[in-house]
């Protein structure tokens, strides 16, 4: 596993994009520790691949909050719902932890599958299991992460490449 | 030193009911196998299976978190013949779509302990119908005291094939030196 570029917010940001990609590894790992500005406990970021904004993505989510768990999908949308991003309304040193799979995002043959694992701090806080799918077998050369809120100072996301040999 | 290790990369040129990674080095501490893979069984969602070993024996154990739907379930096998009923596309799902699984093998070649096995899959698809997606957490054990030398991956219970371009990735992970 390499890390092939981190990104830091040092101010608020609408959005974060990891562009020119290189297809030289297997699988692709994205690690986001995130907090959104705005009124609410969290809210969802949306997750797009080399700029495509058709309706070309589908989110399946499994979560935990609160005393609460249950499943749910979103068919064919511009944009995967995903990651969930802390909110202004939880206390301010919390982030939320997640972890993104991106599985042979080079090979075109495939559409691309992801899987995200996470933990959005707050009150409640909520645990997910996701998967994403993008109905394009282009090789994915560009991801984009924008806030529905502003992306905070402090945001981390870094994007690792890992090889097959 | 390297934390993660390739030990191999499986790419299907053709169906296969099953993928096999033998002669496994006792030298890491964890294995890690990541898969993209789909099914050729006539249904939307199948099924992936493990059997360490060679070992047909009635000796896996797992509990699993399980969403198709908007409830989530729970599920158990104890004393199964295989390891873990973990999603993956099938026939009748979006074409050229194919699952994430990841699965890790801790201390597996630590013969003091049965071997501890957790994995996450995912069965996407273009569809937010019940029943017509799913996803996946699995716990469990095998066991026995032995290394594992040998994994095999299962497409069902051998009945059905991975298709074509299913890849397999098996990682040896290292702790510190």
């Known amino acids: 596993m390499e890390a092939i570029e981190t990104t830091y917010l040092e101010a608020d940001a609408a959005s974060v994009t990891f562009s020119s990609i290189p297809a030289t590894y297997e699988h692709l790992q994205l ?9 609410g406990a969290r809210n969802s970021t949306n997750l797009t691949f080399n700029g495509d904004t058709g309706s070309n993505y589908t989110l399946h989510r499994m979560h935990g909050y609160g005393t609460n768990i249950s499943g749910a999908g979103w068919a064919n949308q511009p944009a995967v719902y995903a990651p969930d991003a802390t909110g202004f309304d939880s206390t301010s040193a919390d982030y939320s932890g997640v972890v993104v799979d ?4 080079a090979n075109t043959n495939k559409n691309t599958s992801c899987l995200f694992s996470g933990y959005i701090a707050g009150i409640p806080d909520l645990m997910a299991v996701e998967s994403a799918l993008w109905d394009a077998t282009a090789a994915v050369s560009s991801i984009t992460l924008t806030g529905t809120l502003p992306i905070t100072r402090g945001s981390q996301y870094t994007l690792y490449g890992i090889k097959s040999s | 030193m390297a934390c ?72 158990s096998g104890v004393n199964q013949s295989v390891f873990i009923y973990q999603y993956v596309p099938a026939l009748n799902s979006l074409a050229d779509t194919f699952g994430v699984m990841e699965t890790w093998f801790i201390d597996y070649s630590n013969t003091s302990n049965y071997t501890q096995i957790l994995s996450q899959s995912v069965g996407p698809n273009n569809s937010s119908t019940d029943s017509q997606w799913g996803l996946r957490l699995s716990s469990g054990i095998w066991t026995s005291t032995a290394a594992i030398n040998r994994v095999d991956v299962l497409c069902d219970s051998g009945s059905d094939d991975f298709v074509q371009y299913s890849t397999f990735t098996l990682y040896g992970i290292n702790g510190a030196a």
């Open chain 1, 31 to 39: 690690r986001c520790s995130i907090r959104v500005a705005g009124v």
């Open chain 2, 4 to 75: 993660w290790n390739v030990i191999e990369h499986q790419e299907l040129s053709s169906g296969a009911s099953s993928v096999s990674f033998t002669g496994i080095s006792a030298s890491y501490d964890h294995l890690v196998l990541l898969s993209s893979a789909r099914s050729d069984e006539a249904t939307i969602t199948g099924y992936m299976n493990f059997q360490v070993n060679g070992d047909t024996g009635t000796n896996y154990s797992r509990r699993s978190l399980n969403a198709t739907t908007s409830t989530v379930g729970t599920s």
């Open chain 1, 102 to 105: 991106i599985l042979d995002y």
